[in-house]
């Protein structure tokens, strides 16, 4: 669903991968890229190669790697020249001390130096380095110098280094450095820095090795309410139980079977410092109180499996966060009833209701159709619609 709705589609970046040990993150940058449609060629310095192979790059850029300004085999064109007039964003990741002061005083001297002062298209620096390095007078003349001169910087984050010293230095993000690509090319992102955990699909609860107690939640509706989210640059969490699906490239996914598990993955998390929680999963609410660790045979005319309740999840933590919670409730009767209980119980801000014994709606369905109440009793019907399209529009309603 997310290809459709992508507007890095067909965009022509340059990535300059300069020497630093967050050389690997490249990757990750260049995998989101290539999966939302960007043609992504990659130019290397000779100190990057020591930290990430050029094959890794061409293979995940599915294009040539270009390393030298004076290849064995030169075309008509010098190639970084040809190149520069093809581009629509220029990214510098990581971004050295040195490429920084090169650029900012116009030095050419290799592949990436020379093309970068070559380039008029926009360009991101997004610098990693030691925070002594980031606080040195010319680095930060530098910086100021790139400025003036309209190239944008990710500044580092702070946090433990490779040197394992603590400071200002880290490279920014994947999804920062994602979101800055996306605001280059004037795409609305009313989610930028905000954390949000999304859940989606069935938990399995097992009776033994071979069996297991579920539902028939595919996925479809958490996973849209994920594309949507990443598509308004929210760093996405998802915690997915096991579902056929392929998550938004840019969501970082967690996957769960059980219901402790999702309960176990929530602990772990930091969630002060969460935005939005959507509890879209269609958790099991009973799970076997006995784990049979070998298959139970067939020698009996009847079995009765003893089931114990699953923790409330959503009503475990949303003591431990601000963020703002959208539970789902699925009904067969009393909906209306039963949504505003669950609004209620849980301590949630939202609730979306919709139904699992109506055609197009509920379970598995590429469609839906839901009601959302809120605290204040505002009541929204959202008519039968295409799930991503129904995600949109409880995402906009829920951030407005
Ligand atoms: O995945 P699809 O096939 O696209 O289907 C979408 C959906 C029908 C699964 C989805 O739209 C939906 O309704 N999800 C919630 C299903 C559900 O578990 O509803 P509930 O009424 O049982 O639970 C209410 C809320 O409490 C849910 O947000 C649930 O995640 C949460 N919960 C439930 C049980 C539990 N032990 N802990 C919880 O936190």
Redesign the pocket.
Known sequence: MHQKINSLKNKNILICVTGSIAAYKTCEIIRILKKQGSNVKVMMTKSAEKFVGKSTFAALSNNEVITDLFPDTPKAGLEHIELSFELDLVLVMPATANILSKVANGIADDVVSTTLCVCEQTTIFAPAMNYKMWQNKSVIESVDKLISMNKRIVNPESGYLASLHEGEGRLANVNTIINEIKDVFKIRLPLKNKNIII???PTLEPIDPVRFISN???????YAIVDAVCNKGGNVTLLSGPVNLKPHPEANVINIKT?SDLLVEFEKMDLKNVDYIF?????V?YTPTKKYDKKIKRDKSSFVIDLKE??????TISEKTNATII?????TNDGFINAKN?LKN?NADYV?L?Y?NKKGQ????NT?HVYIFDKNGIEIELRKDR?DRIAEKIVDLVIN
Do not use: Q, Y
């Open positions: 859940t989606a699909g028939h939640s595919s996925g479809k509706m958490g219901a509890m879209c999963a269609a958790v609410d699953n923790p409330d999840i959503i009503k539970v789902f409730a699925l009904e669950k849980k979306v919709n699992a509920g379970f598995n369905s839906n799930k």
